[in-house]
């Protein structure tokens, strides 16, 4: 069989999305298949993602760990992580910090920043008082849930 048969059989294949096609001429015979490939790309991809999920909850406890112990000393309510990113204290770097231990807030008031895939998401309080306790050091990350502030 001609080579330039076979090349646009090939083409044939890439354009119809046609995952094998076998042709015979007399006694040649051609079979090209491209389904192999494309099956073992699928596999590769799951465990691949499946690994940094396996390793996410380690942090996650070591974190419960601390923050469990870190409530206990201030009571009140705990205004917890709603998402996992990098926790802000103030708006920019070197600005004043949107609150200090001892400020009372208001229902609404920005506590805090969380960087969640280089977006910037304002954390609010979720209820008044005052400001007894903050849990996170500027700059570290934090997890869902985790506790951030303690408001009185």
Do not use: W
Request: hydrophobic share 40%; glycine share 8%.
């Amino acid at each position: 069989m001609d080579i330039r048969k076979i090349k646009k059989l090939i083409e044939l294949l890439e354009e119809s999305g046609i995952n094998e096609i076998e042709i015979k001429e007399g006694e040649e015979s051609v079979r090209i298949t491209r389904s192999a490939p494309g099956s073992q790309h699928a596999f590769v991809m799951p465990q691949h993602f499946s690994a940094p999920t396996a390793s996410a909850p380690a942090p996650a406890a070591e974190v419960s760990t601390e923050s469990a112990g870190a409530p206990a000393l201030p009571e009140g309510h705990a205004v917890t992580a709603p998402m996992v990113g990098t926790f802000y204290r103030a708006p920019s770097p070197g600005a004043k910090p949107f609150v200090d231990v001892g400020q009372s807030v208001s229902a609404g008031d920005t506590l805090c920043i969380i960087e969640a895939m280089k977006m910037l998401n304002q954390i609010e309080a979720d209820k008044a008082g005052v400001v007894k306790a903050i849990l996170i050091e500027n700059g570290q990350p934090v997890e869902y849930g985790q506790p951030m502030f303690i408001i009185e």
